[in-house]
Structures are given as structure tokens and as C-alpha cells.
């Protein structure tokens, strides 16, 4: 009887060390997944407006040069 009791003891021991693990996993794998998603989400938006800031940039920067320069080829030329 005694022994039974142990056993018993025993199984519900593993099974709680089982549930812990998976818990353990579970929290693990969602907490980097969500890391992950937030990293990638923010890297890629950084990006983003990095190239349309440097877009513009050139976008303005070869207007205006073009404008000067058709300026100057009308009143000097």
C-alpha cells in the first residue's frame, strides 16, 4: 500500500515536472517569437524611412540642380 502511495507520488511528480517543462517552452518560445516579430518590425520600418528620407533627398536635391542649371542657360545664354 505503502508502496502504491509512492508510486503514485512518483507519477504525479513527473507529471508536474512535465507541465513545467512545456510552460517553460511555451513561455519561452512565445517570449521570442515576440522579440523577434517587434526586432524585425522596427528594423524594417527603420529602413523604410531611411530610404524614402534619401529619396527625397536626392529627388530635391537633382530638381533643384536642374532648375539652377536651365535658369542660368536662359538668362545667360
Known amino acids: 500500500m ?8 512518483l507519477l504525479l511528480l513527473l507529471l508536474l515536472l ?3 517543462y512545456y510552460y517553460y517552452y511555451y513561455y519561452y518560445y512565445y517570449f521570442y517569437y ?3 516579430y517587434y526586432y524585425f518590425y522596427y528594423y524594417y520600418h527603420y529602413y523604410y ?3 524614402y528620407y ?3 533627398y536626392y529627388y530635391y536635391y537633382y530638381y ?3 532648375y539652377y542649371y ?3 542657360f536662359y538668362y545667360y545664354y
Open 2 to 9: 505503502l508502496l502504491l502511495l509512492l508510486l503514485l507520488l
Open 18 to 20: 512535465l507541465l513545467l
Open 34 to 36: 515576440y522579440y523577434y
Open 49 to 51: 524611412y531611411y530610404y
Open 54 to 56: 534619401y529619396y527625397y
Open 64 to 66: 533643384f540642380y536642374y
Open 70 to 72: 536651365f535658369y542660368y
